[in-house]
């Protein structure tokens, strides 16, 4: 079993729709929690940024983080088609520890 | 601010071919990041700079793989010889200093073994 886990999709959704990204983790020890977005033939570019429980919010990106079940998602708000990219969650123990990603969602906003 | 430069973007090759790949980091980022990202994967880590100390570099292949960071600046990560297992996008990205802080990628460069 990975330590992430994440659904790969694809997720297609209609423009304007909200959509919920998910990730759940096996690591108890995880306080660092990311997700990055990364369009076709590009390098991941950082999204949310969160430490520990709770909810960030950024626009139309909210991030939310349950340690008492592993489980982080990322909600988007009034997707756009510009939102169509993989999104990968990414999370670690400590600040100066080795990241662990998710394989990626691939998310689809139909215009 | 121009952010991390990768080269080449493409490259194909017959195997136990050599191949090398070049990063040149974001202006005074001292940490630098190897990564191979498989299709429909995560990136995975290969190697990591702290200016030019190779401070874990537990997942690099060492029997076909080598990097060096000369000055803390520019990066080169080789491959030799490579194999058809080698295929991948393989990613540099690099951050303020090492840990959490954001870590800024390059485009990447698609291999392609043959």
């Known amino acids: 079993q990975k330590e992430v886990e994440q659904d790969p999709g694809p997720l297609s959704v209609p423009e304007g729709a909200i959509v919920s990204l998910n990730c759940t983790y096996s690591?108890?020890?995880?306080?660092?929690f990311m997700w990055y977005r990364q369009y076709s033939r590009k390098g991941p570019e950082l999204l949310m940024y969160?430490?520990s429980s709770g909810n960030k919010e950024d626009g139309r990106f909210t991030a939310q983080v349950d340690k008492s079940s592993k489980y982080i998602s990322l909600f988007i708000r009034d997707s756009q088609p510009s939102d169509s990219a993989t999104y990968l969650c990414?999370?670690?123990?400590?600040?100066?520890?080795?990241?662990?990603w998710g394989a990626g969602t691939k998310l689809i906003i139909k215009p | 601010e121009a952010g991390v430069v990768q080269s080449p973007r493409y490259k194909i090759i017959e195997k136990k071919q050599p191949v090398a790949f070049w990063c040149n980091p974001i202006?005074?980022?001292?940490?630098l990041y190897w990564y191979l990202q498989n299709l429909g994967q995560g990136p995975e880590l290969l190697i990591r700079?702290?200016?030019?100390?190779?401070?874990?570099d537990s997942q690099l292949p060492k029997d076909r793989f080598s990097a060096e960071r000369l000055k803390g600046v520019d990066s080169t990560l080789k491959i030799q010889p490579a194999e058809l297992g080698d295929s991948a996008v393989y990613l540099c990205?690099?951050?303020?200093?090492?840990?959490?802080?954001?870590?800024?990628f390059g485009p990447g460069t698609r291999l392609t073994v043959l």
């Open positions: 990205a690099s951050s303020e200093r090492g840990g959490n802080n954001e870590q800024f």
């Open positions: 202006s005074g980022h001292n940490t």
């Open positions: 700079y702290e200016n030019e100390e190779a401070v874990d």
């Open positions: 690591n108890s020890a995880f306080q660092y």
């Open positions: 969160t430490y």
């Open positions: 990414a999370m670690s123990a400590r600040s100066n520890y080795q990241l662990i």
